[in-house]
C-alpha cells in the first residue's frame, strides 16, 4: 500500500514538474520575443533619429542659402544646394517610414 501511494506520489510530482516546466519554457519564449522586438524598435529608432538629423543639417544648409541671398541680394548656388539636400533627406524619411508601414503590415499578417 505504502508503495502505491509512494508512486502516486511521484507521479504527479513528475506531472507538476512537466507542468512547470512548460511554463517556465513559454515564459522564456514570450520574453525573447519581446527583447528581440525591442531590439527591433531600437534599430527604428536610432534609424530614424539619423534621418531627422540629416533633415536638420538639410534645412540649416537651405536657412544659411537664403540668409546669403538675402545679404548679397542674389543667389548663388547656395539656395539650391540647400533645396536638393532638403529634397534628398524628404525622400529618405519618406522610404523609411513606408519600410515602417510595410513591416509593421507583414506583422500583423503573420
Not at 538675402?70 to 517610414?97: I, Q, R
Amino acid at each position: 500500500m505504502v508503495d502505491v501511494i509512494c508512486a502516486i506520489i511521484a507521479a504527479a510530482a513528475t506531472i507538476l514538474c512537466a507542468w512547470i516546466a512548460k511554463c517556465n519554457a513559454d515564459t522564456e519564449k514570450k520574453r525573447k520575443a519581446a527583447e528581440k522586438r525591442t531590439e527591433e524598435l531600437n534599430v527604428e529608432r536610432a534609424k530614424e533619429a539619423r534621418l531627422q538629423m540629416d533633415m536638420i543639417a538639410a534645412n540649416s544648409k537651405l536657412t544659411v542659402g537664403v540668409a546669403m541671398a538675402l545679404k548679397h541680394g542674389h543667389a548663388n548656388g547656395e539656395v539650391e544646394e540647400g533645396l536638393a539636400a532638403v529634397k534628398t533627406a524628404n525622400e529618405k524619411y519618406t522610404e523609411f517610414l513606408k519600410d515602417i508601414a510595410i513591416n509593421h503590415m507583414n506583422k500583423e499578417g503573420e
